[in-house]
């Protein structure tokens, strides 16, 4: 019996993480592309015009969102030494 125990929370736990994977893809694609279409108007809206403290938090908010989701796709390494 506890063998089926171990094994239905194992299952539970892999769902668990799958479930978990897939939201963070899918809301790294969803960040990503909001991203993608939207350059143009930060282009226009905080890159063209004078340097301000909106447009400066503007950049620094959408440049750290892409990167995060970036890094997301990325895989983990280990250091083996």
């Given at each position: 019996m506890s063998?089926?125990?171990s094994l239905a929370e194992v299952?539970?736990?892999l769902n668990a993480e799958?479930?978990?994977n897939c939201e963070?893809?899918?809301l790294a694609a969803?960040?990503?592309h909001e991203f993608i279409i939207?350059?143009?108007l930060e282009v226009i809206t905080a890159w063209q015009r004078k340097k301000t403290a909106t447009s400066i938090l503007l950049i620094s908010v959408r440049w750290t969102l892409f990167l995060n989701s970036?890094?997301?796709f990325t895989p983990?390494?280990?250091h083996k030494g």
């Open positions: 063998a089926d125990g299952i539970a736990g799958f479930v978990a963070g893809y899918a969803l960040c990503m939207n350059l143009d970036i890094l997301l983990a390494t280990t």
